[in-house]
């Protein structure tokens, strides 16, 4: 609140009220207010899962589907996780967020599991500040355990920079993750910068070609340039390449041409909710 604010802004600049912009004020004050908001969300379980099935290109299986955040504001309606990530992520809140979807997340696919659905891998976002929580793998095996779900129909994924911010503990972690059968995933692909020489020491199963690569697919000749030299880098590593953001036929076109393994993006499917996937995968219940 305003008082909150006045107080830290007299803290750090003593009197010199004049030394903050009136716009940092007010965003500095709109960060306390979704900051309470969210642990209030938290309690409240405003937070929900949608889930967005990924398709093998080859077979038009579904093999997996990502679990994507939402958030039911009771006043300003769903809330897109861009909104209010970074926020959860400055303040640390992101740790019981994150564990609300790991644990969420699990349990989901164990009913569907539970109730005959062709058994799917469920893919959790992790960022930056939940990868580097001391217990992260205490965690994991939390979720795991307390939903009864088998580890190999987990993925996690991560990041490319959160990776490069400190290479030797992400591979720590990532193999602490290997070791109990969670799958992982370098997400936003193509967005950092990791070394060539770096990503075939990494864990991971599954390259995912960022959807700004994907946008122009059908007439950008540098995107295609990028798209084509990930699933070859893919290949040569032994690792599976998916594309995201993929809408148009053209863009399945060249994805197919190029061989590419699988996809997810609206094209096939915006993300939806656990009762929708059950409607796709299940089909009529007698
Ligand atoms: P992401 O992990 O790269 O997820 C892909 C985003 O692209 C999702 O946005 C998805 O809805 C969107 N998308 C998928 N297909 C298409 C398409 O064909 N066209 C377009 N235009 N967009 C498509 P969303 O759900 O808004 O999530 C945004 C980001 O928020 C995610 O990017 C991820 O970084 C983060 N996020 C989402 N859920 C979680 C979570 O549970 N935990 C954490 N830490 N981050 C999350
Ligand atoms: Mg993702
Ligand atoms: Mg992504
Ligand atoms: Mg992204």
């Known amino acids: 609140n305003a008082d909150a604010a006045m ?4 803290e750090f600049g003593r009197d010199n009220f004049q030394f903050y912009a009136p716009e940092f004020n007010i965003r500095t004050q709109e960060k306390f207010v979704l900051q309470e908001e969210l642990r209030n969300g938290l309690a409240h379980s405003e937070f929900t899962l949608l889930y967005q099935p990924q398709v093998d290109l080859r077979s038009g299986r579904i093999f997996a589907v990502e679990a994507l955040i939402r958030w039911k504001h009771p006043m300003r309606g769903m809330v897109a996780p861009d909104a209010f990530i970074p926020t959860a992520e400055e303040t640390g809140l992101i740790v019981p967020i994150g564990d609300w979807v790991l644990h969420e997340a699990c349990r989901q696919n164990k009913e569907w599991q539970d109730a005959g659905l062709p058994p799917m891998t469920v893919c959790v976002n992790v960022s930056a500040r939940q990868f580097r929580e001391k217990n992260l793998i205490g965690r994991v095996v939390d979720a795991l355990s307390a939903s009864g779900l088998e580890a190999r129909y987990l993925e996690v994924e991560v990041t490319e920079s959160l990776i490069m911010q400190d290479i030797d503990v992400a591979v720590a972690t990532m193999n ?16 950092g910068y990791s070394s060539l020489s770096a990503l ?19 007439t950008d000749e540098n995107d ?5 030299a990930v699933i070859s880098l893919g290949q040569k590593l032994n690792l599976r390449v998916i594309a995201e953001g993929v809408e148009t036929d053209d863009q399945v076109a060249f994805l197919r041409e190029n061989n590419c393994d699988e996809m997810q993006g609206y094209h096939f499917s915006k993300p939806i909710s656990a009762q929708d996937i059950e409607k796709l995968l299940g089909g009529p219940k007698d």
């Open 200 to 218: 075939k020491t990494f864990p991971v199963a599954r390259l995912k070609i960022d959807k700004s690569f994907i946008n122009d697919l059908a």
């Open 176 to 191: 602490a993750l290997q070791n109990l059968g969670v799958q992982i995933s370098i997400d936003d692909f193509g967005t």
């Open 7 to 10: 107080y830290r802004a007299k």
């Open 224 to 228: 295609q340039a990028v798209a084509s």
